[in-house]
């Protein structure tokens, strides 16, 4: 449901957690509230597997006695993740960006045949974000593309950092949550 929600409440304006009306963040709502007027035509999809899910698990510490009892069956950790960036879902978060990170997603056109969408980025504060290619061209539906996020620390920061990424179409807008903590540098200070 990521890719159909919204960071606005029902009066577009962005969503508030208290009655002082502080702005929310990632943390706060997610990827927002679902617009069911989008969740039928998302445009792009992020496709996982259940295997892809076992081996998020497994790369974030599950034992495979831990993993059963999530499963139900008798799933083993013969896979895993470099990183538990890996897993192919909407929102990506890096906790702990020394200096640059690269995080790699495929989407699926479920959408127009032929579509273009092109790369928006609500750069986050402290941090430089590029997505390579720019621009994802579908010529069918069911078509997958890869794309890649980088992430590069280019001031120091406190605490995390939060923006987004939409592909921008003629017909569609599909959104995904960026959360960036830089890590603090050897010396104790933000980098």
Do not use: H
């Not at 599950?62 to 950790?77: A, F, P």
């Not at 032929?114 to 539906?141: D, H, Q």
Request: hydrophobic letters at 35%.
């Amino acid at each position: 449901m990521e890719n159909a929600a919204t960071i606005l409440d029902k009066t577009d304006k962005p969503i508030t957690v208290d009655p002082e009306g502080r702005r929310a963040n990632a943390f706060d709502y997610g990827s927002g509230f679902v617009d069911p007027t989008r969740v039928l035509d998302p445009g792009l999809i992020y496709d996982a597997q259940p295997i892809d899910y076992r081996a998020f698990l497994c790369s974030i510490g599950y034992d495979e006695k831990s993993l059963r009892l999530v499963t139900r069956d008798n799933s083993t950790c013969s896979q895993t993740f470099k990183t538990a960036s890996s897993l192919n879902y909407p929102s990506i978060t890096v906790p702990n960006l020394k200096d640059n990170f690269s995080v790699t997603r495929t989407v699926t056109n479920v959408g127009k045949p032929r579509s273009v969408y092109k790369a928006v980025v609500s750069n986050l504060v402290g941090i430089n974000v590029t997505v390579v290619p720019k621009e994802l061209i579908f010529n069918s539906s069911g078509q997958k593309i890869k794309f890649t996020v980088n992430f590069k620390v280019v001031a120091p920061a406190k605490g995390y950092a939060f923006g987004f990424l939409t592909w921008k179409s003629e017909d569609a807008r599909v959104t995904s949550p960026l959360v960036v903590r830089a890590a603090p540098s050897s010396l104790g200070l933000m980098r």
